[in-house]
């Protein structure tokens, strides 16, 4: 199907495929990434509330709930963030504790996904695929540690990783559009916005017929080709900030030049006309932690 538009995945997962309707195109990739037959419950509100007003918010594209009741998280990231293994932890565990209540025992606590896409090169590595979990291994015997008996038929679990949060990540621009397997066929539609005639990965058949830029109404066909505009802009505006130095704060690790670059960027954003849903999309932000930062 290479050569006919289709829908960027990080518009379509905010816009589209929140709808019950499409949830076999996300299940169809969550399939081919965790090599499991996923089926999703429901889309969850992926905005947590703020329990103080100086909490973060948890600001993640999508937060599903499968049919074994785990969490997945899934992050689209454009722009280049130094702290954004951080941000990945802060997701997790700000997910976790938000799906257990008072009273609670341990053992109801979700297993959670984290699965982040990626279009620059997070820290160093030569691979495009990343799979973290939890290992427990020996100090002197260097054995892993691993569930009882007793532990395997209470969890339904074989092995002590699977108790906790696992970590994805996508480095979409290094792959170098050779696809080998079916979650290759997946990244090279994230990386290229196309799907060739021979893939045949889950989900894919389902993007080519729902995910076609023409078969948007003309309003939303218009809202996407805004987003296009705005992106672009965006990635100019970061771009031209770092040329000028002015993410220096943010190589230093300083709180005070971090949240200055924030706030030049996000000046030029809006000086560019680009409105504060937009710029929030982009950025991560909420309106309130954008308005703080331009003083507004």
Do not use: C
């Amino acid at each position: 199907m290479a050569g006919q538009h289709l829908i960027r995945f990080d518009w379509a997962i905010k816009r589209l495929l929140r709808q019950k309707s499409n949830y076999v195109i996300l299940e169809g990739f969550l399939s081919e990434l965790l090599r499991e037959d996923i089926r999703i419950e429901q889309i969850l509100e992926s905005e947590s509330n703020q329990e103080a007003e100086s909490d973060k918010f948890n600001r993640v594209d999508v937060l599903a709930l499968n049919e074994k009741k785990e969490l997945i998280i899934i992050e689209i990231q454009n722009n280049r963030e130094q702290d954004y293994f951080q941000r990945m932890l802060y997701g997790v565990a700000k997910t976790t504790a938000e799906h257990i209540q008072l009273g609670q025992k341990y053992s109801d606590i979700k297993k959670v996904y984290s699965v982040n896409i990626v279009y620059f090169d997070l820290g160093q590595g030569e691979d495009y695929v990343y799979h973290g979990k939890t290992e427990f291994r020996g100090i002197h015997a260097n054995d892993v540690l691993s569930l009882s008996a007793k532990q395997k038929e209470l969890f339904s679990k074989e092995a002590v990783f699977q108790l906790f949060p696992e970590y994805y990540v996508l480095k979409v621009n290094r792959f170098n559009d050779v696809a080998k397997d079916k979650l290759d066929e997946w990244i090279y539609y994230l990386k290229n916005n196309e799907i060739r005639d021979d893939f045949r990965a889950k989900g894919l058949s389902e993007v080519r017929r729902k995910l076609m830029i023409d078969s948007l109404s003309e309003r939303d066909r218009a809202v996407y080709y805004r987003h296009l505009d705005n992106s672009r802009l965006a990635l100019s505006v970061l771009e031209t900030a770092r040329m000028e130095g002015k993410d220096e704060g943010i190589k230093e690790g300083l709180e005070e030049g971090r949240q200055k670059a924030q706030a030049d960027m996000i000046r030029r954003m809006k000086n560019k006309g680009l409105d504060e849903q937009t710029i929030g999309e982009l950025t991560g932000l909420s309106p309130d932690q954008i308005r703080a930062l331009t003083g507004d």
